[in-house]
């Protein structure tokens, strides 16, 4: 049997490049005189936008600080030992770098066995430990304090979770174990599954007090100084911490079917990390430590050489890195400053846009429309808006009188524009109005001022080409909420030139959009994409497959909702007009659907009721469909679905609409919200082997997104 430092010098092998985090030992005298005690503090050495994480050289530095704790306290040198981390960051767990060049079944079960070993040390000392969490603890940050006896926490933290199972794992340095086992079945669901499963959501400092993963909570400022004093409290005995006793019970049994309830509807089966993380808390019941530690292990090595995870870890890497970094975007320098804001519309959308550019920028915007009214109705909508962000304490008064200060709506397009330096159009989706449009800002704006469009589907280059300067006009795709997805779609049209694309970028960066480079074709990306994975449901349906069938077939890809829900928060009207345009393009491959067109005549708004509180066929709606005698099985449909998509990539990547399939993904995750886990598409189709029966190959290169060869 290998030695936990045999294991881990291996890791450490088979990965060169580690940011590695040191464990430096320090002592002091407790106050209240309650002894010496010993303090490690992880730390990389470098400041706070660098998080501490556990490669397998930083796990044996950890090992080896824990010996000479362990060792101070069998000879009764101190009473104590403490972890914490660098300034606003405790640790982030695991080193995803690390993981995705792990090529073997049995390194992958090294880690895990490396992680535990090395945890586990801290809860068998002979003094009692404590884990001070300073700053953002994700992960194996949370599982090393989990070993601990005790734990603090900073009020001031922003970010702390178990977030293996939305990247495709499982908590696995004891997370699925030790958390129920403090805190009880329910609670650690919500922790590991629930939160993972809603897009990762992230628990502040009180949160983690609440739910009593840590057993004191003190201010940021003076954090550790007042749990170094709770601690002294705490081992002279002024200070009894009583935790609650566990349900182990039908209590526990309940939590676990909670737990799958929330991983069918999320994922629908289609993901297996959920599911094992479940299998390991079930198990974690009867309280045997060590059986749950074997048990995520195993998981853990299972799912590392797993597609699910290596998709997952691509999904995050394409959000937190290729996103920050748009492929094809002109040299930043070129950019011009951005002082005042012109928005043409002052509708929902315009009005959600006309607050976004408010609260990021800080600058003056103005809206114009074509009356009164609604010029007041859009003012009014940005005012309520800063009332609200007031009322939860998200801003101060003085930041919401200053922000209503600087928001104004003209009818008047030349007093609005005439000093702008970016206006945006978001008036009704049709060529000729927006050609209008833009002849009269032009007419009006400076010379320098981007002309953007926030079109959807329309040619950027056709609206730009009777004007005198269609170089500054550029697409600015935003997608609907607008505050909550973060893709920018940036269109430039045939004669767009690189300073006004600069600009573009320049923008979406201080909006905090993900901005994706696109050619001008029609619908860009995840329009064009979605239409023609909807086409294919609608084409199928209209053909004679009934409608829960068609819906059904899809719910493996795990999407944020079926395809008819989307319809109906799109609006039917709206899918109707891009799949004309794109019909009007592609002819051979998007079909109008006559039943959509019914619907949308008979001013539906979507395919279901709600009456029972669960989306059933409108009997309206069933009653206007006309559906032809071909029934296809959940089976058929998928595959026809999936090689319709398939095949639009594939052309989509030829005609050069974007840079890679990388972009295509990264698109699709913060434009549709499509899952992590499928890592947008391309890496789904890959391993599900449709991109090969298709396209003749693969999207994306072996170990890109799956196991390396």
Not at 118 to 125: D, E, G, I, T, Y
Request: proline share 5%.
């Amino acid at each position: 049997m290998s030695t936990t430092a045999e294991l881990l010098k291996g890791a450490a092998e088979l990965f060169p490049d580690e940011v590695v985090t040191q464990a430096h030992v320090r002592h002091f005298d407790l106050p209240l005189g309650a002894g010496r005690f010993a303090l490690i503090t992880l730390d990389n050495g470098l400041d706070h936008t660098k998080p501490t994480t556990f490669g397998p050289q930083s796990l044996a530095n950890l090992d080896a600080a824990i010996d000479q704790v362990e060792k101070e306290a069998a000879d009764g040198e101190i009473v104590g030992a403490g972890i914490t981390g660098k300034p606003f960051i405790f640790a982030v767990g695991a080193d995803l770098k690390g993981v995705e060049l792990l090529k073997q079944h049995d390194h992958a079960l090294a880690i895990g066995k490396g992680g535990h070993e090395v945890f586990k040390r801290l809860s068998k000392l002979a003094v009692p430990t404590f884990a001070y969490y300073n700053g953002a603890a994700m992960g194996g940050g949370v599982e090393v304090g989990l070993h601990c006896t005790y734990r603090t926490v900073s009020a001031a933290i922003p970010a702390f979770s178990l977030p293996e199972v939305f990247l495709g794992l499982v908590p696995g340095w004891g997370g699925c174990t030790l958390l129920p086992n403090l805190i009880g079945a329910d609670k650690a669901v919500s922790v590991i599954i629930e939160n993972s499963l809603n897009q990762n959501k992230q628990l502040k400092g009180k949160q983690v007090y609440e739910l009593g993963i840590a057993d004191a909570i003190f201010e940021g400022a003076d954090f550790l100084e007042q749990s170094l004093i709770w601690t002294a409290a705490v081992l002279k005995g002024e200070i009894e911490v009583e935790r609650p006793v566990i349900d182990r019970g039908e209590a526990w049994d309940q939590a676990v079917a909670k737990g799958r309830f929330i991983a069918d509807s999320k994922v629908h089966g289609a993901a297996p990390a959920a599911y094992r993380a479940l299998d390991i808390i079930a198990a974690a019941k009867n309280g045997d430590l060590q059986q749950g530690y074997d048990a995520e292990d195993q998981a853990l090595a299972d799912l590392i050489m797993g597609g699910e995870l290596r998709a997952g870890i691509y999904a995050f890497n394409l959000v937190q890195k290729r996103g920050k970094r748009p492929a094809g975007a002109p040299d930043k320098n070129l950019a011009r400053p951005v002082t005042k804001v012109g928005v043409v519309g002052a509708g929902l959308m315009a009005s959600q846009l006309a607050l976004l550019f408010l609260r990021r920028l800080e600058v003056p915007v103005v809206l114009t429309d074509i009356d009164q009214e609604r010029v007041d109705k859009g003012v009014g909508y940005v005012h309520a808006e800063i009332d609200k962000l007031l009322g939860k304490g998200r801003i101060n008064q003085d930041k919401a009188n200053r922000l209503k200060a600087l928001v104004s709506g003209v009818l008047d397009k030349a007093e609005g524009f005439a000093d702008a330096d970016f206006v945006i159009e978001a008036v009704f989706e049709e060529m000729g109005v927006k050609r209008h449009v833009f002849a009269e800002v032009e007419a009006v704006a400076p010379a320098h001022a981007i002309l953007a469009t926030n079109t959807s589907s329309l040619s950027v280059s056709e609206m730009a080409s009777k004007l005198k300067h269609p170089e500054r006009v550029v697409g600015f795709h935003f997608f609907n909420p607008v505050a909550v997805l973060p893709l920018l779609e940036i269109v430039r049209g045939e004669q767009t030139d690189d300073a006004s694309l600069a600009t573009a970028f320049a923008v979406a960066k201080k909006l905090k959009k993900t901005a994706v480079l696109v050619k001008d074709a029609p619908a860009f990306v995840v329009n064009r994409i979605l239409t023609r994975f909807m086409g294919e449901i609608q084409n199928v349906i209209d053909e004679g497959t009934p409608v829960e069938v068609a819906e059904k077939a899809v719910e493996p890809l795990g999407l944020p909702m079926s395809p008819l829900v989307l319809l109906e928060l799109v609006g039917p009207a709206i899918g109707l007009h891009v799949s004309e345009t794109l019909n009007r393009a592609f002819p051979d491959r998007f079909t109008v659907s006559p039943n959509l067109k019914a619907v949308v005549e008979a001013g539906k708004r979507g395919f279901y009721v709600y009456d029972s509180g669960k989306p059933e066929l409108d009997p309206e709606v069933a009653a206007l469909l006309k559906q032809g005698d071909t029934v296809l099985t959940e089976e058929q449909v998928r595959a026809r679905v999936l090689d319709a998509v398939a095949e639009e990539i594939g052309l989509m990547l030829d005609e050069g609409v974007v840079a890679e399939a990388q972009d295509i993904d990264l698109c699709l995750i913060t434009g549709a919200g499509w899952p992590f886990h499928l890592g947008g598409i391309t890496p789904y189709l890959d391993r599900e082997g449709v991109s090969e029966r298709v396209t003749g190959k693969r999207f994306l290169e072996p170990g890109v997104a799956s196991v390396p060869a």
